[in-house]
Structures are given as C-alpha cells and as structure tokens.
C-alpha cells in the first residue's frame, strides 16, 4: 500500500519528555509491466516536516483505545522537535518547518511462478540519496533490498486474498550516526483482503523490519512493527481509493499513528 501521509514522533536521546512533530510524506508512484513475467516502477516522494496539528486527535483516539503510553506524555503540541544525539554528537535537531524531495526508489519485480490465483514473486528495491540528510528528507546513502512475496487471490471464491513476504534490506553508508548504523536488515509482512463486494475490500497488513542502528535508544535500536487496517473503493473500472490507518506496536520504535491516502488509476 502506497504511503502518502506519515505522522512521526522522534524522542531525544536522553531520558526527557519526547518531543514531536509531523511529516508529510506525498508519493507519486509509477508501474508498467514487461512482457508477462516483469514489472518496473519508481516512487518519488515529496516531503513536509511541521509542527503538531493533531496531536489533540491523537491523543484522544490514543485515549479511547488504551494505546497511549509513558512516551508520549509531556510532550509539546503544536511544535515540531526532532531530535537524536549519539555519542556527544547532533545527528540530527530539526526544530522548525522543513521540506524537499525524498529518496528516489526504483522497484523491479519477477514473477516466478502463477497459477489459479497463487503465486511467488521476486522483488528488489533500489534507493537512491536524492533527499536532503540536513532536513530529514533523505539518509544519504544508496539502499538496496531484495525479497520473496507469496500471494493467493483465489481463496473463498475469490473474495480472501492472503500476501506475505520476507527479504533482507542492504544499507549503504548514510549520513545519519555511521559508526552505529548496521549494514543489513530483514523485513517482511503478511497481509490479508476481504472483498466483501465488487467495489469495497477491507485490508488488514503486520509490517515489521530489523533495526538499522546498532544503538541503546529503542527509538531508533529496536525493530519495528506496525499493523495496517484499512478499504479500498473501486469507484471505477481503472480507478480505486485507499485509505488506511496505522498503528505502533512497538511503540518506541514506530511512528503514533499513520493515515494513508492513495489514489491510483490503471490504464
């Protein structure tokens, strides 16, 4: 699911109470396939750092659900403060609106094997340092990342749509605390669709990675998982909306809360 909208917090690096803010993330995002067998895409994402402006919704909906926790409290409203300190060193103190392109991903994809609704396809990723370390809209490095993805569209009469997959991320040298980030990491998700009529299907998703620094602030040293519920509406033959929300469910190492917003047309 495309990512369009990311609402983050950052905590410091010493016991404090957290600061926060918004990102921003709007994607424009591409895909062709090749032949019967290969696809190419590219993302290429705009990025907008700001202050607070729902943290009062957050937190209510935090409040209502149980899902609030020490890390977020005391934290300022309105205000943006990223902040990470490792080793005596800023890596980096954003504390004021920012934006600028992000990262540019190239995706290449090979089917390797399809029939009656099931198959196993072979991803890989691209990423190249097209943002700006200085305003957190890049890390400055090239990643790469290559993974298996297993999917199955044809369970209950084609209305139960099963995907999971699993891969290793490589990190090239970035420019946010080297000496501590590591050099690869796992990452992997399943996920599960329910059509439950021709234009509207509910979808359910567990995203997880490795951390990718080697560090003792859980923020950024611990893996991360999230879990993604949400509908898409095909409103027409050749276009369909996604909406979505995301939760941590480890809270130090995601972000609070996520709203995703796609809009996607095939020709």
Not at 99 to 110: P, V
Not at 220 to 237: H, K, L
Not at 251 to 259: G, I, L, N, R, Y
Request: aromatic share 12%; hydrophobic share 40%.
């Amino acid at each position: 699911m495309t990512r369009h909208e990311r609402y983050l917090r950052l905590r410091r690096h010493r016991l404090k109470p957290c600061k926060n803010g918004e990102t921003s993330v709007t994607t424009f995002s591409v895909q062709r396939g090749i032949g019967s067998r290969f696809e190419v895409g590219m993302d290429l994402p705009w990025i907008y750092h700001s202050g607070g402006h729902l943290d009062g919704l957050i937190k209510s909906f935090h409040d209502l659900t149980g899902a609030s926790g020490r890390d977020r409290e005391g934290a300022p409203r309105g205000q943006i403060a990223y902040q990470w300190l490792a080793d005596g060193m800023t890596v980096f103190d954003i504390n004021e609106p920012v934006s600028g392109i992000g990262d540019i991903t190239l995706r290449l994809g090979w089917q390797a094997w399809r029939k009656d609704g099931r198959g196993f396809a072979l991803r890989g990723t691209l990423k190249a340092p097209t943002g700006d370390p200085d305003k957190l809209t890049g890390s400055g490095g090239w990643d790469t990342s290559l993974y298996l993805e297993y999917t199955d569209a044809g369970l209950v009469s084609g209305r139960l749509a099963i995907t999971a997959a699993a891969g290793l991320v490589v990190l090239g040298d970035g420019e946010f605390a080297p000496a501590q980030q590591k050099n690869t990491a796992w990452t992997g998700h399943l996920g599960l669709g329910w059509r439950f009529t021709d234009k509207f299907a509910w979808k359910a998703q567990l995203d997880s990675h490795a951390a990718l620094f080697d560090s003792p602030l859980p923020q950024v040293g611990d893996a991360a998982i999230m879990a993604t519920f949400g509908v898409t509406w095909n409103f027409s033959p050749r276009w369909w909306l996604d909406a979505a929300l995301v939760e941590d469910v480890l809270s130090s190492a995601t972000p609070d809360v996520v709203f995703l917003f796609g809009l996607a047309y095939r020709p």
